[in-house]
């Protein structure tokens, strides 16, 4: 694999701030602000973790859909559970993990497996503080404050099903081909390789994000003549659809009862979907929603309208253009057969990188008066 031609100046050292915001005659306020975000990204954090605690202690008896998949991993041997995935919305990997969970001994009452839905939740939340550390290197608040604060996340990622553990395989997959992106190395490489076919053996839905992330990252490189980087991003793609080939059997035997539930793809459905996740538990919810989605289109433009070029403000842009043309090309439909909720999951991960890097790498670039004293 190729070498970068020059240093990468912030996305691999985590949580540490530009080369030239490192000097010690840095404004006062700058240094104020940065505290604050550190405090509140903080506090953000355990806000989101009281949330799960609460989901955990008030959530209930098993609903009908967890139970459905603890009866999935509780068939006996391999083969019958494969034959069975014909009739689940997911992939192999989260049966065997419930199934684990049950052989050490916690899946006899349905506290213990709610225990396992919490640390779920905790993994998603390490999920958006990696992603953030590696993509921008600061703390990612704006992320914490859109995504993982909301009822939503907390309820469909500790519920016993695959969308939480799913959603942080693919944060973290997408973050380590941005990575590779910028430093095609064989450990890049690897990395996002293994997360990537983990996320595609979570959801289904996640091969659709990836391949978003891909033709993003391999465009980027082709624009820049990094022929060899774009071939490598193409073939990681690859290795995550080639794993999901053995299950092209099983998905084609689920037309012959899905065609019941198949409702298609319209845009007024995706909005009603979307409002009724993005707005529980108050309708008024949507609202904060497209007020944060206004303010990242507003800072993400300002940064592109932008003319100087130093490196900062280059790198930048280059997360700007991932996470537009990732969002964009995710929302893309590939078949009248998926359901709205799958665009749903892709808006809500694909989305998390915008305010990821807006609030953080390029809030660093968008003041002038203090990120350049």
């Not at 608040?141 to 799913?166: E, H, K």
């Not at 659809?241 to 059997?249: F, G, K, R, T």
């Not at 289109?297 to 403000?313: I, N, P, S, T, W």
Request: hydrophobic share 50%; net charge positive.
């Amino acid at each position: 694999m190729e070498k970068p031609a020059v240093p990468i100046s912030n996305a691999g050292r985590a949580f540490a701030p530009p080369p030239s915001h490192r000097a010690s005659g840095r404004p006062k306020t700058w240094r104020i602000l940065s505290a604050l975000e550190w405090v509140v990204t903080a506090g953000t954090t355990l806000l989101a973790l009281h949330l799960h605690f609460v989901f955990l202690r008030h959530a209930g008896a098993l609903w009908r859909d967890e139970v459905s998949s603890i009866d999935l991993a509780d068939l006996p041997g391999f083969l019958p559970l494969w034959t069975m995935l014909t009739h689940d919305s997911f992939p192999l990997l989260w049966s065997l993990i419930l199934r684990c969970w049950e052989t050490i001994g916690l899946g006899d009452t349905d506290m213990h497996l709610r225990w396992l839905g919490f640390f779920v939740g905790i993994f998603l939340l390490a999920s958006i503080w990696i992603a953030g550390g590696l993509i921008s290197g600061r703390a990612p608040l704006i992320a914490l404050a859109l995504f993982a604060l909301s009822a939503t996340t907390v309820w469909s990622g500790d519920s016993l099903r695959a969308y939480g553990i799913g959603t942080g395989l693919v944060i973290l997959a997408v973050t380590f081909l941005w990575r590779f992106y910028k430093r095609p190395t064989t450990r890049n490489g690897v990395m996002a390789a293994g997360l990537a076919i983990l996320s595609v053996q979570c959801l289904y839905q996640n091969a659709f994000l990836l391949l978003a992330a891909g033709l993003s990252a391999s465009l980027l490189a082709a624009i820049q003549k990094k022929w060899r980087t774009a071939g490598w991003i193409v073939a990681l793609g690859a290795i995550a659809a080639i794993s999901l080939l053995p299950y092209l059997p099983q998905i084609a035997r689920s037309q012959d009862w899905w065609m019941l539930e198949k409702s298609g793809f319209h845009p007024e459905q995706l909005w009603l979907k979307a409002s009724q996740a993005l707005g529980f538990p108050l309708p008024w919810f949507n609202l904060v929603w497209v007020g944060l989605a206004a303010l990242a289109l507003l800072l993400g433009g300002a940064q592109l309208l932008r003319v100087r070029k130093e490196e900062q403000d280059a790198e930048s842009r280059e997360i700007t253009y991932f996470a537009a043309l990732s969002l964009i090309l995710g929302l893309c439909r590939p078949s009248p057969g998926i359901t709205c909720l799958s665009w749903v999951l892709s808006f809500s991960a694909s989305i998390l990188f915008c305010p990821t890097h807006s609030g953080s790498a390029l809030f660093w670039s968008f003041s002038p008066s203090l990120s350049h004293p």
